[in-house]
């Protein structure tokens, strides 16, 4: 995927798209830690990807309706 700088007020930065954002399981106000890696390479990984009690309730929520004839029968 291909991103371009863009001036932002006195700033740089790139625009992360929802598509990416969601990809990355990323939302506004995550913080991330930015490493720069010999080379010039830069990563970005996510701190403390959580969800909250009501997403995770969701989540399996969500897994269990999709899986309910395997959860039976391993049950």
Same mark, same amino acid.
Do not use: C, W
């Given at each position: 995927?291909?991103?371009?700088?863009?001036? %932002?007020?006195?700033?740089?930065? #790139?625009?992360?798209?929802?598509?990416?954002? +969601? /990809?990355?399981?990323?939302?506004?106000? =995550?913080?991330?830690?930015?490493? %720069?890696?010999?080379?010039?390479? #830069?990563?970005?990984?996510?701190?403390?990807? +959580? /969800?909250?009690?009501?997403?995770?309730? =969701?989540?399996?929520?969500?897994?269990?309706?999709?899986?309910?004839?395997?959860?039976?029968?391993?049950?």
């Amino acid at each position: 995927m291909v991103k371009t700088i863009t001036k %932002i007020g006195n700033s740089h930065g #790139i625009i992360f798209d929802s598509a990416l954002l +969601q /990809l990355a399981r990323l939302k506004p106000g =995550d913080e991330v830690n930015i490493e %720069i890696h010999e080379g010039g390479t #830069i990563s970005m990984t996510p701190l403390n990807p +959580q /969800l909250n009690p009501r997403e995770f309730s =969701d989540k399996v929520d969500d897994v269990m309706k999709r899986y309910a004839s395997t959860m039976k029968k391993l049950a």
